[in-house]
């Protein structure tokens, strides 16, 4: 079983739609991150966070730690937020600081 | 603008040949991170390096090798002793070894092995 898994695998949505990609994840963790990866390959961080809940523009992350459960809402949809999305965790406590990643997300936002 | 450069973008090389893939930071950040990424697959780790001249292998490590010399700079050679090379490949960083600062990361390296 992974321990990092995400939800839906794909998802399609037409422009306009409020949209929720999940992550649930089995391991201890000092923080999640969710990153995007545009078809060219770059990722950019998206979040970080290690409880409650950030908002940056049309996007909202949160996290629920008892039920080691995260979700990803990008309201108001657009082409442009089609990319790839991907859920990570981190322990800090750890030697190394290392990510372990989910499968990604692709998601397709139709005009 | 401080960010992470990887180079190059597209890499074609024979089997048998090794390569080397640059990745440059000017961040400042101590460590830095090679992962490898496959179709389907969340992004594994291949080698690690918290301080300069110190490194440790990842989850994937056989098969390549990394130096750091610099403290901005971390290559990534792909030996031939690495059974599956074609991947796309990516260089991270964080301003410490806990990364409790979060993470930058590059824009990729996709090698292709013919």
């Known amino acids: 079983k992974n321990e990092v898994e995400q939800s839906p695998q794909n998802l399609t949505a037409q422009e306009g739609e409020f949209i929720t990609i999940n992550c649930s994840y089995s391991?201890?963790?000092?923080?999640l991150h969710w990153l995007q990866q545009h078809p060219g390959g770059g990722i950019v961080s998206l979040f970080m966070?290690?409880?409650g809940k950030k908002k940056h523009g049309r996007l909202i992350a949160t996290i629920n730690i008892q039920e080691k459960h995260s979700s990803l809402h990008i309201t108001a949809s657009h082409p442009r937020d089609s990319a790839v999305y991907i859920c990570?965790?981190?322990?800090?406590?750890?030697?190394?600081?290392?990510?372990?990643f989910g499968k990604g997300t692709k998601l397709s936002v139709k005009p | 603008d401080g960010g992470i450069t990887q180079s190059p973008k597209y890499l074609f090389r024979k089997e048998g040949q090794n390569v080397t893939l640059s990745c440059e930071q000017n961040?400042?950040?101590?460590?830095m991170y090679w992962y490898r990424q496959d179709p389907g697959q969340g992004l594994r780790l291949i080698y690690y390096?918290?301080?300069?001249?110190?490194?440790q292998k990842g989850d994937i490590a056989e098969g390549y090798s990394v130096s750091r010399e610099k403290k901005e700079s971390f290559p990534l050679t792909v030996t031939s002793a690495q059974k599956n090379p074609t991947a796309f490949y990516l260089c991270?960083?964080?301003?410490?070894?806990?990364?409790?600062?979060?993470?930058?990361f590059g824009s990729g390296t996709r090698l292709t092995v013919v």
């Open positions: 991270a960083s964080s301003v410490t070894r806990t990364a409790q600062y979060g993470y930058t």
């Open positions: 391991v201890g963790i000092s923080a």
């Open positions: 966070l290690s409880s």
């Open positions: 990570a965790v981190g322990n800090y406590g750890g030697s190394q600081g290392n990510l372990i």
């Open positions: 961040l400042n950040h101590d460590a």
């Open positions: 390096s918290q301080i300069v001249n110190d490194f």
